[in-house]
């Protein structure tokens, strides 16, 4: 299987930088694309960024201009850039990623255990 684990949250004060970073291990035969969500108290889980193998990089609208995604494929990591960042961005967030543990299996979904980002003064 395939796990995903994620680092790089905490607190920072508005206008600040993180970088967030999620590392894919265990069985992989490939991965087909990564991404990041998050989720805030009492409001649904919204995707944030994804990264598509070979794919164009997407980026939410409400985050466009302030976060980058990335792909390390060497290293089966994505990460995402935080910048000036605002009350609202305070979530957690997940790293998701569609992959293929073994050539005899079907492409699956995989989340990591999310990382708190918190933004606030």
């Known amino acids: 299987q395939v796990q995903l684990v994620e680092s790089g949250g905490g607190l920072v004060q508005p206008g600040g930088s993180l970088r967030l970073s999620c590392a894919a291990s265990?069985?992989?035969?490939?991965?087909?694309?990564m991404a990041w969500f998050r989720q805030a108290p009492e409001k649904q889980r919204e995707l944030v960024a994804i990264?598509?193998?070979?794919?164009?990089?997407v980026t939410s609208d409400s985050v466009k201009g302030r976060f980058t995604i990335s792909r390390d494929n060497a290293k089966n990591t994505v990460y995402l850039q935080m910048n000036n960042l605002k009350p609202e961005d305070t979530a957690v967030y997940y790293c998701?990623?569609?992959?293929?543990?073994?050539?005899?299996?079907?492409?699956?979904?995989?989340w990591g255990q999310g990382t708190q980002v918190t933004v606030s003064s």
């Open positions: 998701q990623a569609n992959a293929r543990p073994s050539l005899d299996d079907t492409i699956r979904s995989y």
């Open positions: 265990g069985s992989i035969f490939s991965i087909n694309t």
């Open positions: 990264a598509p193998t070979g794919g164009r990089l």
